[in-house]
């Protein structure tokens, strides 16, 4: 059975940091890619940023410079740091795991930027 766990969530004033976690089980970490989502209230979900297997990164234009993804395929973990945290940094943030066709999903955790 695959789960992907997220953790990290919270309530940060602008400005402020956070460091997202999804551990993951049930897969092969090493061969999958994976990537950040996020979705706010009212609007679509939309990709933050991923890492592949290789370690490889790309970033949303909106989050580049200030976010930060990572891997630890010891640990099943991917993560994202999230630094100089904006109000429209709100959202639902979910953790996705794809492999060859094959895609998974977290439950999210909620981040909210707010003073």
């Known amino acids: 059975q695959v789960q992907l766990v997220e953790s990290g969530g919270g309530l940060v004033q602008p400005g402020g940091s956070l460091r997202l976690s999804c551990a993951a089980s049930?897969?092969?970490?090493?061969?999958?890619?994976m990537g950040w989502y996020r979705q706010a209230l009212g609007k679509q979900r939309e990709l933050v940023a991923y890492?592949?297997?290789?370690?490889?990164?790309n970033y949303a234009d909106s989050v580049k410079g200030r976010f930060t993804i990572s891997r630890d395929n010891v640990k099943n973990t991917v993560y994202l740091q999230m630094n100089s945290l904006k109000p429209e940094d709100t959202a639902v943030y979910y953790c996705?795991?794809?492999?060859?066709?094959?895609?998974?999903w977290g439950q999210g955790t909620q981040v909210t930027v707010s003073s």
């Open positions: 996705k795991a794809y492999f060859n066709g094959r895609d998974y």
């Open positions: 890492i592949t297997s290789g370690g490889s990164t």
């Open positions: 049930g897969i092969v970490f090493s061969l999958y890619t």
